[in-house]
């Protein structure tokens, strides 16, 4: 399926905002099942600096630096992605002893190691209920592939989905206290769900379809970027994509942009423009299939 | 069993060593084995106790005093606050032969190339992970280890090029390794006020004790340091987090005595791959950048992203090759006490050869095999975080076995195992510290200090010793009332004497004046304004309280527009006057402490005794008398501040921006004190008062010789060029300073700052003391204020 996808992103400032670097992770990834056929972002103002580059997962990044003052900072991606993969079918995947037998193996410090994805990271700190409500869910599951989904059916069922309940700093656990949030909060809490049965997990960025196949439900956050989990389900089936927010394995409606242990890894805009008066920012995000 | 008590000492000697005794296993570094004093030891024990115990307690006082004067402090961090601790000199040195040193440091240095080899492999292939000699997950759960710097190669080949350990000895009498300091190892700027304070308490012994000096150690940083330019030879950089870290004074001192530029990460710049410094004068390049802020926080674009301290693009620098930063940002990986578990056999794997000196017993409990042993020795085992830095110990994050009960341990090792490490506990050797007139036995640790040179690492020829407060080894950290020895590394032969010590009255020359730090030139300006403020405000006191004690009560009507005029200023004489005043000082004395590094010993000292003078006045004298005496001592200890800053101070850029806040504080509140009590409908009184507050009562009878009129206060206070209270003399210094400043004081077009002034005092200098109405003087107020303003934006931004 080909997809033209634009996704804009604008920050105005109340005061000119004084000179700053920026990163961008908003490229649409290269990797099985989805390949980028082209792209281009585009900055305004014009920055003095530009690098674009490839960061420790493997992600692409682009690194703005402006100079000048500006009162309006605006960010957009072109893309066109070509998105083959459905979602798996044969469970093959271990059981969470054997899956923790395979993580003592001597293992790499590459990329895709599962070993990056199963401590504390920046943004998730191990949470007590979380990982009792893990414990719950997950238990009888026969595979690390079941006890994924039960984990994420569970909380699904269990969380409201409610994008004014929290922001872009709330933690997993004052989330899952409340019981409400957006995707960040959904795949902050299944990671952390997911690290406390000691399951690697990470945190996955991208885009969605916007308007469904005919028949389907319009997914929910296709408006704006959307966010998902990897968890790694042993060394044969290797990492596998889940939406908790939707409640479905990933497929061929979700264009994945950046992974990593959580959101700070994966932050679609970092380091905006310096201000001293306040700012408000707007994204519009619009993924629609050619033909 | 009994202690060991010394062996047949000579009749002064035993009178010292009476009562000490080394407790069962413990080796000690003054008696051997036997109880014998070591033979490197005997000299100085013979000095001490040819010393009466009098004369001996003097030089320890002049050893502290030493630490005062010079400011040393370490920053103890509270539950509330943290506050600033004398440097807590432990007086007697801790002595080590020279030929035991030189073991002790090849040992040291075999593992720093070992570390530099890990380190190297950890941000490179992490082949040492992928053939199992480290777990991975070690690795990549630590917070040191940096994604963003891995597959960076540090500009010049090396991540590491200064290096702390912390040593001590076992019962045996052997050496072993407590921790590794590589992240931003602190210390080496104590260690040399530590000998400094030490051989100033022992100057008639130190001389000819053939004690190994450090200035040489000093000097190879200095040129390493420097070395590790680029072709353009900038100069080198400490950053730093700031004046509430807690060796925040070694910071300082370092960049002082080594003459490099004392940065924070808000004075830096990246722009295309290139590290600047915000300077007065643009930004200007700077290529090394010795780090002693803690990597994680470094940069907040591809770091800790809640880091304020940091530099936004400094990582990208590096990247780019544009920046040596020592050591390389990531090196505080190898600071995990979990690596003290696999350093045995990785020296091994990478080196081939055992390790010449062991470090402290550790076991990473996410082995099976290591979870049993932690268990069968449980009665000599401290459970503590896998991944935690600290000392053994330093840390709130031990947890002794022998406290729990079998079953408690093994429900922990099997839950939280990857999680933990088990340390052995152990014991380490005392050494004498002075109580009473004697000497008693302390457990100490010593911390030691290699730099890497184009010829090798070299180990500097001593460091410190910390020394216990009890027998409790756990009591030997500063943050728990330890305190610090001198560690005197003594040659068979006689050895030279040697400094790099600057006159300590002269600040080190600074050889480019537009190097001055942005943020260094905006606190010394409103240290001036501050430091001027007060005294203003100290004067305006004194005469209110001066007239309250004449009258007998504060109802005449000039007492009263005095009292609204400091109610302008934000004080009441009447009440809580003198905690508004310390608040002042205060102020001034936090920019002080910001810029230690360009000021001199003394003027630092002059300004703490103030600020000690001021808080002294809390809670406030009541009667208008005491009040005002005592404000005229605050004006005295404020005249010997500025009196140092602007007799001593060398002429540099930093100088004039201290006499710019000066100046413009001065024309500041005198054009306030004019617009209030020379104006036509001032009580009776105000135009003397005026005068009094302008330090001109004098003036102005020699130059009128009559009583004061409306006109006579004005030219005085306003127009007189020659009255250094005048605001036109303000005017005039200010010009002379901008001159100087970077952009000046070149022919071709006035820049805008000069352009402003001149025209300021243009206005000011052509109008008669008749047309100085108070509408005019507030005017001028208001330009004076815009005039900051734009120094501000010009030169601080």
Redesign the interface.
């Known amino acids: 399926m080909l997809y033209d996808v634009t996704a804009t992103i604008t920050y105005a400032y109340a005061a000119p905002a004084i000179a700053?670097?920026t990163?961008l992770r908003l490229m649409p990834a290269s990797v099985a099942g989805q390949r980028l056929v082209a792209g281009r972002i585009e900055a305004q103002p014009t920055p003095a600096?530009r690098?674009d580059r490839i960061?420790?997962?493997g992600n692409a990044v682009t690194?703005l630096?402006f100079r000048t003052p500006a009162d309006i900072a605006r960010f957009r991606l072109v893309a066109r992605v070509d998105r083959t993969s459905e979602a798996p079918e044969l469970d093959l995947s271990p059981d969470l002893a054997r899956l923790a037998a395979e993580?003592d193996l001597?293992?790499?410090?590459?990329p895709e190691?599962p070993?990056?994805y199963?401590?504390?990271s920046?943004r998730i700190a191990p949470d007590p209920a979380i990982a009792a409500f893990a414990a719950e869910a997950a238990d009888g599951a026969p595979t690390t592939l079941a006890a994924l989904t039960a984990v994420g059916r569970a909380l699904h069922r269990t969380m409201r989905f409610d994008a004014g309940a929290t922001t872009v700093e709330t933690d997993p656990a004052t989330a899952f206290a409340a019981r409400q949030g957006v995707c960040q909060d959904f795949s902050h809490i299944l990671i952390a769900a997911l690290r406390s049965l000691k399951v690697p997990a990470g945190y996955v960025s991208g885009y969605l379809r916007t308007i469904p196949p005919r028949g389907g439900l319009r997914l929910q956050g296709a408006d704006a970027m959307h966010a998902w989990v990897r968890a790694w389900c042993g060394i044969e089936t290797g990492w596998i994509d889940y939406d908790p927010t939707n409640d479905c394995l990933v497929g061929a409606d979700h264009i994945r942009v950046a992974v990593g242990r959580d959101y700070?890894d994966v932050a679609p805009v970092?380091?905006v423009l310096r201000s001293a008066g306040g700012q408000i920012s707007a994204q519009e995000v619009d993924v629609v299939p050619l033909g | 069993m009994e202690g060991r008590a010394p062996r047949q000492p000579s009749e002064p000697v035993a009178r010292l060593l009476a009562g000490y005794r080394i407790a069962p296993d413990t080796a000690d570094e003054m008696l051997d084995a036997t109880g014998a004093v070591r033979p490197v030891w005997q000299p100085f024990l013979r000095h001490l106790a040819s010393l009466p115990p009098a004369r001996a307690e003097a030089a320890f006082a002049r050893g502290d005093q030493y630490l005062r004067d010079a400011g040393v402090f370490y920053r103890l961090y509270a539950d509330t606050a943290a506050s600033e601790r004398d440097w807590p000199l432990s007086h007697i040195p801790v002595i080590v032969p020279e030929a035991e040193w030189t073991a002790i440091a090849e040992g040291l240095i075999q593992r720093a190339d070992l570390l530099e080899a890990v380190v190297r492999d950890?941000y490179g292939p992490?082949r040492l992970?992928?053939?199992?000699h480290l777990?991975?997950?070690l690795?990549?759960?630590n917070p040191e280890w940096l994604?963003?710097l891995?597959?960076v190669e540090p500009r010049g080949g090396h991540f590491l090029h200064f290096l702390a350990f912390e040593i001590g000895r076992n019962p045996d009498g052997s050496w072993f390794v407590l921790g590794d300091r590589t992240q931003a190892p602190s210390g080496a700027g104590f260690a040399l006020e530590t000998r400094v304070a030490t051989s100033r308490v022992f100057a008639d012994h130190f001389a000819q004790a053939n004690v190994l000096r450090l200035a040489g150690f000093f000097r190879a940083f200095r040129d390493a340091m420097n070395g590790l330019r680029g072709p353009e030879a900038t100069r080198v950089g400490i950053l730093t987090p700031g004046p509430m870290n807690d060796t925040y004074y070694e910071h300082a001192y370092v960049a002082r005595y080594l003459g490099f530029m004392l940065l924070e990460g808000e004075d830096l710049a990246?722009?295309?791959g290139q590290v600047m410094v915000r300077t007065v004068a643009g930004l200007r390049p700077v290529d090394v950048l010795w780090r002693r802020l803690d990597s994680r926080f470094a940069d907040?674009?591809?770091l800790?992203?809640a880091s304020r301290i940091g530099t936004?693009?400094l990582v990208?620098a590096v990247r780019a090759g544009g920046v040596s930063v020592v050591n390389a940002l990531g090196s505080g990986v190898l600071e995990a006490r979990a690596l003290m578990a696999f350093m045995p056999r990785l020296a091994e794997v990478v080196l081939g050869e055992p390790l010449k000196l062991p470090n402290i017993a550790t076991w990473w409990c996410g082995d099976a095999a290591a979870r049993a042993a932690v268990r069968d020795h449980a009665d000599r085992m401290v459970l503590a975080p896998a991944l935690s830095s600290r000392l053994p110990f330093d840390g709130d994050d031990n947890w002794p076995c022998a406290g729990h009960d079998a079953a408690t341990l093994a429900a922990r090792l099997a839950t939280e195992g990857p999680?933990l490490i088990g340390q052995e506990r152990v014991t380490i050797s005392t050494a004498p510290a002075w109580q009473d007139g004697r000497l008693v036995p302390r457990p100490m640790s010593l911390r030691a200090f290699l730099i890497r040179t184009p010829d090798g690492w070299q180990a500097m020829p001593g460091g410190f010793a910390r020394i216990g407060r009890g027998d409790d080894t756990a009591a030997i950290a500063l943050q728990r009332g330890g305190s610090v020895a001198d560690v005197w590394i003594v040659s068979d032969r006689p050895v030279p004497p040697d400094t790099m010590l600057p006159d300590r009255g002269t600040p080190t020359p600074r050889a480019e004046a537009g190097l001055l730090p942005a943020r260094a030139a905006d606190n010394l300006y409103w240290l001036g304004r501050y430091v001027e403020r007060t005294e203003h405000a100290v004067r305006l006191l004194r005469a209110w309280h001066l007239r309250v004690a004449e009258s007998g009560t504060a109802d005449r009507p000039v007492i009263a527009a005095l009292g609204q005029h400091l109610g302008q200023l934000g004080l009441d004489p009447a009440r809580a006057w003198a905690r508004a005043l310390a608040d002042r000082v205060a102020a001034a004395r936090n920019c002080a402490s910001k810029v230690r590094d360009r000021f001199s010993v003394d003027g630092w000292a002059a300004i703490g005794m103030l600020a000690q003078d001021v808080s002294r006045l809390n809670p406030e004298p009541a009667s208008g008398d005491d009040a005002a005496r005592m404000l005229g001592g605050i004006l005295h200890r404020l005249a010997a501040f500025t009196g140092l800053v602007h007799d001593n101070m060398y002429r540099f850029v930093g100088w004039r921006f201290l006499t710019l806040g000066r100046a413009v504080e001065r024309a500041d509140s005198m054009t306030f004190a004019l617009a209030a009590f020379a104006d036509p409908r001032a009580p009776e009184g105000a135009l003397d008062l005026c005068v009094e507050v302008g330090d001109s009562v004098m003036t102005h009878r020699r130059r009128f010789a009559v009583a004061t009129s409306r006109e006579t206060v004005i030219d005085l206070l306003a127009l007189d060029e020659m009255n250094p209270r005048s605001v036109l003399y303000q005017l005039t210094e200010a010009q002379e300073q901008v001159r100087h400043l970077p952009g000046n004081g070149q022919p071709g077009p006035l820049t805008p700052v000069a352009r402003r002034l001149l025209r300021l005092r243009t206005d000011l200098a052509v109008s008669s003391a008749a047309e100085l109405t108070t509408a005019r003087l507030l005017g001028l107020r208001a330009d004076v204020a815009a005039f900051s303003t734009l120094l501000g934006e010009t030169y601080f931004g």
């Open positions: 700053g670097r990163l600096e690098q960061d420790f997962f690194e630096t993580l001597p293992g790499t410090l590459g190691a070993h990056h199963l401590g504390p920046p700070d970092r380091g | 950890l992490a992970v992928a053939d199992g777990p991975a997950a690795v990549a759960q994604r963003p891995v597959g990246v722009q295309d907040p674009l591809e800790d992203p936004p693009g990208a999680a």
